[in-house]
């Protein structure tokens, strides 16, 4: 009968028998892209249902910070792609990772963009979901525990503070090529509130220069926190006049934090520092 439709032994695809007029032919049925926060590393940070679609992915984009733990959740038969984005070393232009993200859909795919963190928090979520909107792909967003939150966490600083820090803002530290971040410094600088920096460490001493010139006092407590959440996290308490050379401890990623509320931040236990130094 004409326009009847088939069942197919695939699940993503639809046989339409065309009336004896012509061959059969499959259809794809479109797939779904999942923007999907990894949280910052700690697999036991990583929500309940990010778990639950991870569990069930036909592909996996991730980006290079998500660890295995937590890759190895996906199906063993999942394709796993990496776009890791480095400083000035990206495998794909974030225009590319649109267009994959789309092409995959568009197979009749279940696809998981995992991402770390948040995906709406300095995680170009929003890019990606606009180019899955303008092509007509469903995508949904299941947010993640971003760095910040994992770093004040294990420090015991928390970010806002009734009597020290009565708002919290999240900033990057890292522009578009060489240029530096469009910030209102001078609202940065007022006290009484957190001043959460990602990307921040090679920038960490122009960003204390200019937080001092607008009026923060070079005194105010400081933490630098590499690799929140992860076995070899490794925490610095200073000060914003010496936040550069706490920065400059180690490599890899971080994140600043800057407020009154950090006075009462723990640095990393020895044993900790140990292992980052062994393994150098």
């Known amino acids: 009968m004409a326009g009847r439709k088939a069942k197919s032994s695939r699940r993503d695809l639809v046989v339409v028998e065309g009336g004896g007029t012509g061959s059969s032919r499959p ?14 590393g700690d697999p036991e940070l990583l929500t309940l249902r990010a778990a639950r679609i991870l569990a069930s992915a036909d592909v996996v984009v991730h980006d290079g910070l998500v660890p295995d733990a937590i890759l190895d959740l996906a199906p063993a038969q999942a394709r796993r792609i990496s776009v890791a984005k480095r400083k000035s070393r990206h495998t794909y232009a974030q225009e590319e990772i649109n267009r994959l993200l789309v092409a995959l859909a568009r197979e009749g795919l279940q696809v998981v963009r995992l991402k770390a963190g948040d995906p709406f928090i300095f995680g170009r979520g929003g890019e990606e979901l606009e180019a899955c909107r303008e092509a007509g792909i469903a995508c949904e967003v299941i947010p993640g525990v971003t760095a910040a939150l994992a770093a004040a966490a294990s420090a015991g600083a928390p970010l806002t503070h009734r009597r020290s820090a009565q708002a919290v803002t999240f900033v990057t530290g890292h522009a578009s090529g ?17 001043v959460v920096i990602y990307m921040g460490a090679s920038t960490a001493g122009k960003i204390s220069e200019r937080l001092i010139a607008a009026g923060r006092p070079a ?21 914003l006049g010496n936040i550069a050379e706490a920065a400059a401890t180690d490599s890899g990623p971080a994140v600043l934090v800057i407020g009154e509320a950090m006075s009462g931040a723990m640095s990393s236990p020895a044993p900790a520092i140990l292992r980052r130094e062994e393994r150098a």
């Open 27 to 40: 259809v794809p049925v479109p797939g779904k892209v999942w923007l999907t926060g990894a949280g910052p």
């Open 178 to 194: 060489d240029a530096e971040p469009d910030l209102d410094w001078k609202a940065l600088a007022r006290e009484n509130q957190t």
């Open 219 to 239: 005194s105010t407590p400081a933490l630098v926190v590499f690799r929140a959440s992860q076995s070899d996290e490794l925490r610095v308490t200073t000060v």
